[in-house]
């Protein structure tokens, strides 16, 4: 039996806690606030200060129940214990339960928002209630990659595209995780849904990534594992993340 220590936002607490019970490995979770993804810069500074705190040898691997979060988790760091996240740009993949599913759902219908008990339950004074494709509280880590990427005069182009598509949000989904009654919550999204005039629909979660993730099956198409001495990276393509060693870059993906 192996032990993993697991980070993750309170987003993902009843769906993570219900999995690790089961789980053939000892599982050590520790909650993050969720609305630390709206700065993308501190929640990468508290997960890495985390990580940081793990003596070697107290566990066999540190599991990261997120995704790229708006580049929050781009450049964690893994010094003496292998890093393991899924290769996800968010959570409502997480909950969906594979990237696939989550990139179906946004290529069909962009204009979404979604909602959960988990999110909902533990949401923060004045947050969004939410969770939206251009809402997700990290459009300051996503004007740093444009800059990086385009140049600020074409980021700031982006930038105000993205803001007038942000305003055309036709849809909402409540995502059923089955982990506890959310039948108050999912009448909340009903009602937003009505009040605003979009399409109300209810899906199905599933855990499948959050089971993998903890079970220590990580397959390499959907978990970036990262060794000691190396740190998480964006990529191009599917893959979305790779690894970088500090000082010298090696690629963990091939497309």
Known sequence: ????????????????YAVAAAAPHTISIRLFRQGLHNTPNTLRDTL????????PGTCDAIVLAYGMCGLSTVGLTAWHTPLVIPRTHDCIAIY???????????????????????????????????????????????YEDYVARY????????????????????RAVYIDMGTGDGHAYEQMARDEAARRGWTYERKQ??????????????????????PPGNRITQAAGDGLIQV????????AHHD
């Open 1 to 16: 039996m192996k032990h993993f220590v697991a980070l993750t936002c309170e987003a993902l607490a009843r769906s993570l």
């Open 48 to 55: 890495q200060a985390e990580i940081d705190t793990i003596q």
């Open 96 to 142: 969906l339960g594979s990237h696939q599913r989550y990139q179906v759902e946004f290529d069909t219908n962009p204009g979404t928002y979604w909602y959960s008990l988990d999110y909902m339950e533990r949401n923060e004074a004045g947050a969004a209630v939410a969770l939206g494709a251009a809402s997700l509280g990290a459009m300051d880590g996503v």
């Open 205 to 226: 979660g599933d855990p499948r990534l959050l089971r993998l993730l903890v079970s220590g099956d990580w397959p390499e198409d959907e978990f970036l594992v990262v």
């Open 151 to 170: 140049g600020q005069d074409n980021a700031d182009y982006l930038m105000e595209v993205m803001g007038e598509w942000g305003k055309h949000y036709n």
């Open 244 to 251: 970088e060693r500090v000082g010298v870059c090696v690629d």
